[in-house]
């Protein structure tokens, strides 16, 4: 997938929108950018810079219209309020070694009638200025609609969506910690600009099989219990099992709930995600195994798998 690329960046001057259309409409007003990069390297500084030119185009417009109405007697009506900000309706998105994934922002905007531009990108560093490894902007920035809709007199209700190829988009460095940089200027007197509004997690999608043999089992003979933690490597794009993890050993009755009877390490070289238990055949029983996740990985459980015992 090719980088998306910009010609030309607005230079912090208005947005091509008529003044006079700002200050009467009332209500969100898209940017007029064109696409911004969604690559690391360089084009994590272009989309940055692009941004950034947003937030100048918003700020210019803001400046041209009508002063703004009084504070309110108490001041708290005369700053802009981003909240309920969400990734996927929580903290994290997974991804596959394959298929694109959509990872959806939601936020609220409050604190004026009026909305110049509010917009999320994602990104991933120690900082913009020197630690800068990934920067994407949404979809919504690159095909020029505003990502807004006014929900009530003062409130917007945002969506950002974003597209990941792992194939094009990343490697295994990007699994982790996640920001979400993130503007919105009303026509309160006070704006927001915040490079990390939230902090997420982009975790490689995980998978982990189970199977339990001999079945049919004689009573008093050995099971033998066999799964593999398997992730996504985003520089391979297949799957690898994941080595020296915990998972935890579930077993239950035909009608009971699960329960953890035991915990192991997977295992390394060939036998890599590979984890192997033994129990003897009593009763009939089900047995699963489960891994509880980390930071670059989300938890996974196991399909069941019960044992006839005669």
């Known amino acids: 997938m090719p980088q998306h690329s910009r010609s030309k960046?607005?230079?912090?001057?208005?947005?091509?929108?008529?003044?006079?259309?700002?200050?009467?409409?009332?209500?969100?007003?898209?940017?007029?950018?064109?696409?911004?990069?969604?690559?690391?390297?360089?084009?994590?500084?272009e989309a940055l810079?692009?941004?950034?030119?947003?937030?100048?185009?918003a700020s210019?417009?803001?400046?041209?219209?009508?002063?703004?109405?009084?504070?309110?007697?108490?001041?708290?009506?005369?700053a802009t309020v981003v909240s309920g900000i969400t990734v996927n309706g929580g903290n994290s998105a997974q991804v596959g070694t394959t298929n694109t994934?959509?990872?959806?922002?939601?936020?609220?905007v409050g604190g004026g009638s009026k909305l110049y531009g509010s917009h999320a990108s994602i990104w991933r560093g120690t900082d913009q200025d020197s630690g800068?490894?990934?920067?994407?902007?949404?979809?919504?920035?690159?095909?020029?609609?505003?990502?807004?809709?006014?929900?009530?007199?003062?409130?917007?209700?945002?969506?950002?969506?974003?597209?990941?190829?792992?194939?094009?988009?990343?490697?295994?460095?990007?699994?982790?910690?996640?920001?979400?940089d993130l503007y919105a200027i009303t026509e309160a007197t006070t704006d927001v600009r915040t490079e990390n509004a939230k902090t997420w997690y982009l975790k490689r999608w995980s998978r982990?099989?189970?199977?339990?043999?001999?079945?049919?089992?004689?009573?008093?003979?050995?099971?033998?219990?066999?799964?593999?933690?398997?992730?996504?490597?985003?520089?391979?794009?297949?799957?690898?099992?994941?080595?020296?993890q915990t998972v935890r050993l579930q077993e239950r009755s035909l009608t009971g709930s699960y329960a953890t009877t035991s915990s192991h390490s997977t295992g390394t070289g060939s036998?890599?995600?590979?984890?192997?238990?033994t129990r003897t055949a009593t009763t009939d029983r089900c047995y699963r195994y489960k891994f509880e996740g980390t930071s670059t990985t989300p938890p996974v459980t196991a399909?069941?798998?019960?044992?006839?015992?005669?």
């Not at 399909?303 to 005669?310: E, P």
């Open 9 to 45: 960046l607005t230079s912090g001057k208005k947005v091509i929108l008529g003044v006079s259309a700002l200050a009467a409409s009332g209500v969100a007003v898209g940017l007029l950018v064109t696409p911004s990069a969604t690559a690391g390297g360089t084009g994590a500084a």
């Open 49 to 57: 810079e692009q941004s950034k030119a947003a937030v100048a185009d």
């Open 60 to 78: 210019d417009a803001k400046d041209a219209a009508p002063k703004p109405r009084a504070l309110a007697a108490d001041g708290t009506a005369d």
């Open 101 to 108: 994934q959509t990872i959806t922002v939601k936020w609220t």
């Open 132 to 180: 800068l490894k990934q920067y994407m902007n949404s979809e919504q920035f690159d095909a020029d609609t505003d990502p807004c809709v006014q929900s009530g007199e003062a409130t917007f209700s945002c969506k950002a969506t974003f597209k990941i190829d792992p194939e094009y988009d990343l490697k295994n460095e990007d699994a982790g910690a996640w920001k979400i």
């Open 208 to 244: 982990l099989s189970n199977n339990a043999a001999p079945e049919p089992v004689a009573k008093g003979k050995k099971i033998t219990i066999t799964g593999k933690l398997e992730r996504a490597n985003w520089d391979t794009h297949k799957y690898a099992g994941y080595t020296q």
């Open 271 to 277: 036998l890599a995600g590979v984890e192997k238990q």
């Open 303 to 310: 399909t069941g798998d019960c044992v006839d015992v005669r």
